[in-house]
């Protein structure tokens, strides 16, 4: 009997016995639960001792559970060992490494965004610098996987680089000792007049609190008397950590989040457990469709105690609780165990995971299940749905070309060129703009190449015209759909001037942050914000504010 049969027959053992003591003291279904496990460990058994090709025992597992978990919610899953250290960054924000994200660049891999204070950072790496060996080893060929495996370790331990400059071209070896790196919740603060502070909140990992206890006194301190807190893209996190921010804002003792679960025999609610450090601070909290969980609880319950006024587009719709339990082997289930529920008494879960069409498709709630429920004033609020804004702002439209010329690296190869031009170039990421002749560069630099674009309008066209043939419409309509075929034109060129404003922000950005950091790009961005115009019109309107918050419905849907 060789080795790995050994070590599966004694798992083998080990999970029977499991089942026979599961099986022993579980409920009146506790046969049915302790047969399915006796099979699921007879199958990874025989697959390992019979299948034709040797199999990894450990793929077997992760595969189970895959399986298991699927026809749940996309929430809950098995983290294997191998899958803790991003588990931990996701939830605490640490990591031990050297402080850059890193990207593809031909056949090897470049900072992409040194952290402003990391090793990297202090190491003199910027932006483009190359990976041309690591460890003593010869980076070319290497993917971000490969290189990000290295670059991350204990810390107090050394990775060796021979990087190629980005300016310049010179090889030169450094050697960068390995740090906790912190990625903040809280990467931005500032304001955004002489009268209203700007927050921007991107998670909800552990202590993001006390950054966001730090950014408003130091706001106040400015001159602040008015707040915009921005969670749009912030797909939540710790829920404690979103009680704590929601302390600083409403009075000590407030409910602000309840949950019921299965296992929870009576509701678990949280209250506020500190005094208020804003408590009468106007208010006003940026969401969008990727707002999400601990983000929704905040802007939720401030808008069901009418504290903030909500602002942009509905939020994800995630009203679902998960905790982690140990599965032995530093392996864990992250498994959802409750729902949310916000001080109106609604819950925005979006998705109903537990009601599934016969071909296990899921949908929305729908119309017929959503119930209408009262703020402290009386203002109608409603479940199911996400966090409806009070003040809605249609998103930025960006193009599919714009995004497509992104994505092929284009804006990043003309961003290297230009600064390599203007190596000395200084900027307030405020006031930065790309003049008309940098973007006839651009455009010179785009002549020859490759974007496979065809634009949504010309998709459409298509499908018209199949329609019109289906139900007998073309030779009706054939004039009018040649028309208009006509004066489309999807090429390179068109799609640089039809979306320059699009493409134009996109090499405004980059540029930023190589001179000023992510902060920095924060910053510019700010000043073309249309969620953030909206927010400061109703902050400096007191009578606006007012009526918002004791009068306006949200929209149903």
């Known amino acids: 009997m060789n080795s790995t049969i050994r070590k599966t027959a004694a798992v083998v053992c080990a999970a029977l016995g499991m089942a026979a003591t599961a099986a022993a003291a579980a409920p009146p279904d506790g046969f049915r639960m302790g047969r399915s496990m006796e099979i699921l460990v007879n199958m990874m058994r025989d697959i390992n001792l019979f299948y034709v090709d040797e199999v990894d025992t450990d793929e077997l597992l992760y595969d ?34 050297v402080g850059s994200l890193i990207r593809q ?87 955004l007049n002489d009268s209203i502070g700007y927050i921007l909140n991107i998670d909800f990992t552990e202590d993001v609190s006390s950054d966001m206890r730090t950014a408003v006194m130091s706001l106040r301190e400015q001159g602040a008397r008015a707040l915009v807190l921005d969670y749009r893209n912030n797909g939540g996190g710790i829920v404690q950590e979103a009680v704590k921010i929601l302390s600083f804002f409403v009075p000590r003792g407030t409910e602000v989040v309840s949950m019921r679960g299965r296992d929870l025999g009576d509701d678990v609610r949280f209250v506020t457990q500190s005094e208020p450090i804003a408590p009468d601070m106007p208010l ?109 702002v249609e998103a ?71 329609c019109a043939e289906a139900e007998r419409y073309d030779e009706a309509i054939a004039s009018s759909l040649e028309a208009i075929e006509a004066s489309l034109h999807d090429d390179v060129a068109t799609g640089l001037q039809m979306y320059r404003q699009e493409l134009t922000e996109l090499i405004e950005n980059e540029i930023v942050l190589r001179k000023a950091y992510s902060a920095g790009v924060t910053e510019h961005a700010l000043q073309e914000d249309t969620d953030v115009h909206a927010a400061i019109r109703i902050l400096e309107d007191p009578s606006l504010y007012e009526e918002i918050l004791t009068r306006r419905d949200t929209d149903r849907k």
Not at 112 to 130: F, H, L, Q, T
Not at 433 to 453: C, G, I, N, Q, R
């Open 64 to 97: 189970a559970a895959a399986g298991m978990t699927s026809g749940l919610d996309p929430y809950t899953e098995y983290i294997s060992e191998e899958d803790m250290a991003a588990f931990q960054v996701m939830t605490m924000g640490r990591y031990a490494g």
């Open 396 to 466: 930025a439209y960006v193009s599919r070309f714009a995004y497509l010329v992104y994505g092929k690296g284009y804006v990043f190869d003309f961003v290297d060129r230009y600064l390599r031009e203007h190596p000395d170039l200084q900027l307030d990421p405020a006031t930065f703009a790309l003049t008309d002749e940098t973007y006839d560069e651009f455009v010179e630099f785009m002549a020859d190449k490759d974007v496979e674009w065809e634009s949504e309008t010309k998709r459409t066209l298509e499908q018209l015209k199949a």
């Open 284 to 392: 006003a909290v940026l969401v969008n469709n990727a707002s999400a969980s601990a983000a929704e609880i905040v802007a939720g319950a401030l808008q069901d105690l009418d504290r903030a006024v909500i602002v942009g587009r509905r939020s994800f719709g995630k009203g679902l609780v998960q905790t982690t339990r140990p599965m032995g082997y530093n392996s864990y289930l992250k498994i959802t165990t409750a729902k949310y529920y916000l001080p109106s008494g609604r819950c925005i879960q979006a998705i109903d995971y537990a009601r599934r069409a016969e071909d296990g498709t899921i949908s929305h709630i729908p119309d017929s299940l959503i119930h209408e429920y009262r703020t402290a004033v009386g203002r109608k609020v409603y479940d199911g749905g996400g966090i409806m804004p009070d003040e809605r």
């Open 105 to 191: 660049s031909g056949d090897y891999v470049v900072f992409a965004e040194p952290y402003r204070n990391s090793p990297a950072d202090r190491a003199g790496i910027v932006v483009g610098d190359k990976i041309v060996e690591i460890d003593g080893e010869d980076a070319r060929g290497m993917t971000t996987a490969q290189i990000s495996e290295r670059l991350r370790g204990e810390a107090g331990t050394k990775v060796r680089l021979k990087i190629e400059k980005f300016y310049g071209g010179e090889v030169v070896p450094l050697e960068i000792r390995r740090e906790v790196i912190s990625i903040p919740g809280i990467p931005y603060y500032g304001m």
